[in-house]
């Protein structure tokens, strides 16, 4: 191999333009906010995209719960009844920032919004290359932080989805 040609590389795999965005939140309706490592200033939920095309949307969610918090949910102290799937999907078009990330021609993401009931005080453990800090704030004050529009929505409907759950 001559210095000029390169060496071949894995590839990396393009993400799938499938979504999960879990609001994560207390009974007092504490929404847990994360600010990306990648884009200080941008304040989120967890999100994260399916790792294969028949990944069924609640094992993302779970997954991506794990992965950007360390809240493990279907512990018995947790369970699985704990995640709601809110029947909700965005259909968005991808920052331009990070349209790299996906297939050539890929604009537009589907995020599917679900609501995961964690106790007050549940510790939080984040993945350092995703996020730089959190902060539990009240519902209204976590849906002005958010950056992206489909977020502040999903945070804004935190208390209808409460509500049903509980019979209201």
């Not at 979504?19 to 989120?44: C, K, N």
């Not at 999907?89 to 679900?114: D, L, M, Q, S």
């Not at 993945?127 to 730089?132: D, F, I, K, S, T």
Request: charged share 20%; with cysteine; net charge negative.
């Amino acid at each position: 191999m001559t210095a000029t040609q390169a060496e071949p590389t894995l590839a990396r795999p393009y993400k799938i333009p499938e979504s999960v965005l879990v609001v994560i939140h207390t009974p007092q309706l504490e929404v847990l906010m994360m600010e990306r490592a990648d884009r200080p200033g941008f304040w989120q939920c967890v999100t994260g995209s399916k790792d294969a095309l028949d990944e069924p949307l609640m094992a993302t969610a779970v997954r991506e719960v794990a992965e950007e918090t360390g809240i493990v949910v279907g512990l018995p102290d947790l369970p699985l009844s704990s995640l709601r799937d809110w029947q909700l999907a965005n259909v968005y078009e991808i920052y331009p920032v990070w349209r790299h990330r996906y297939a050539p021609g890929v604009t537009h993401n589907t995020e599917h919004v679900f609501g995961l009931t964690v106790p007050a005080g549940t510790p939080v453990r984040l993945a350092p290359r995703e996020h730089l800090q959190y902060r539990w704030l009240p519902w209204r004050e976590a849906a002005d932080l958010c950056f992206s529009p489909s977020n502040a929505e999903a945070v804004l409907q935190l208390p209808r989805f409460t509500a049903e759950g509980q019979g209201g």
